[in-house]
């Protein structure tokens, strides 16, 4: 199995297009010790020719031109593409919006929970999805029953929260059913190898470390490093775990939760352009490295 992070940034991107924080500034400024990221995107392929999108974010044009792996194929025809699948972990606007660039006439599958095929439904921009006669073919998921993606990947997904997307209307919360709103997913190929990708992970019970604790590596949820991450930035903004996000530093926060785990790759991805482990020579970042894990970035890829 290899493993592609198309971006690893959280919603927004870095720099993120109105914010003058550090990092951001640093970006502009063309500091050598921060790199670029764009939105949260992966990529996977159990046999090295059939691709499989985990999310759609709102990068995905620029980073399937930066990745040649999922370009199409000339010799296939006008419109053709590797890609067999997209499958959604929530319907935040970070992991959607991209599913509009896959409307150019060519057939997709997407794996999704009943909450998540309902509120994308419901939304007409999504019907820009069926221009031809089923282009989409949407596949309901459920948390904790594995499903078989095709092409020697079986997916298992994992129920994180019941919490809807901010932009849900109120009607539409009291109408939906929000199980499996957001959710992990475990990877795993024909050989057993076994991966996880949770790019929003509200807390860590001691079941998820188990599973985790199967997966040679896993790609965690780093958004903030702290809980009042935000605040300090711009007063009056949410908390980090009132978002859904575990802060990474704190007594309970993912890095002295997940110590345990010494067998496994750890990976931080879906960071927010404020957080300061995405400075290389920040102490945040050396508190990160010196714990075993490491900070995704644009192009970092991983073979079982």
């Keep these: 199995m290899r493993i592609k992070v198309l971006g690893a940034a959280a919603g927004g991107g870095l720099p993120q297009w109105n914010c003058t924080c550090a990092n951001c500034t640093s970006l502009r400024q063309r500091h050598p010790n921060i790199q670029a990221r764009t939105q949260s995107q992966l990529a996977v392929t159990a046999d090295d020719a059939t691709w499989f999108l985990i999310n759609a974010s709102p990068d995905l044009r620029q980073q399937f031109l930066n990745n040649p792996e999922i370009h199409p194929d000339p010799t296939k025809g006008l419109r053709n593409t590797p890609v067999a699948a997209i499958i959604l972990t929530s319907a935040d606007l970070d992991h959607v919006l ?10 997709v599958r997407i794996y999704a929970t009943r909450p998540v095929i309902s509120i994308l439904k419901k ?18 998921i459920e948390p904790s029953i594995p499903f078989d993606a095709g092409s020697g990947l079986t997916c298992t997904p994992i129920a994180l929260s019941n919490n809807l997307p901010t932009y849900i209307s109120e009607a539409d919360r009291a109408a939906l059913d929000p199980t499996g709103a957001t959710i992990g997913l475990i990877l ?9 990708y949770l790019p929003a992970l509200p807390s860590v019970s001691d079941p998820l470390k188990q599973l985790l604790s199967t997966c040679s590596t896993i790609f965690i949820d780093g958004t903030f490093w702290s809980d ?6 711009q007063p009056g903004t949410p908390l980090a775990r009132s978002m859904g996000h575990l802060p ?3 007594p309970d926060g993912s890095l002295e939760t997940l110590k345990d785990l010494k067998n496994t790759r750890k990976i931080y991805t879906h960071i927010n352009n404020t957080n300061p482990i995405l400075q290389e020579q920040s102490s945040e970042r050396r508190e990160v490295e010196d714990a075993g ?7 970092l890829e991983i073979t079982l």
């Design 248 to 250: 990474i530093n704190g």
């Design 188 to 196: 795993e190929d024909s050989t057993g190898a076994r991966a996880a």
């Design 123 to 140: 939304n007409s921009f999504f019907h820009m999805l069926d221009r031809l006669p089923g282009q989409s073919r949407w596949t309901e």
């Design 98 to 107: 991209g599913l509009l660039l896959m409307r150019e006439f060519t057939p």
């Design 293 to 299: 894990w490491e900070v995704a970035w644009d192009g």
């Design 228 to 233: 009042d991450e935000l605040q300090k930035t």
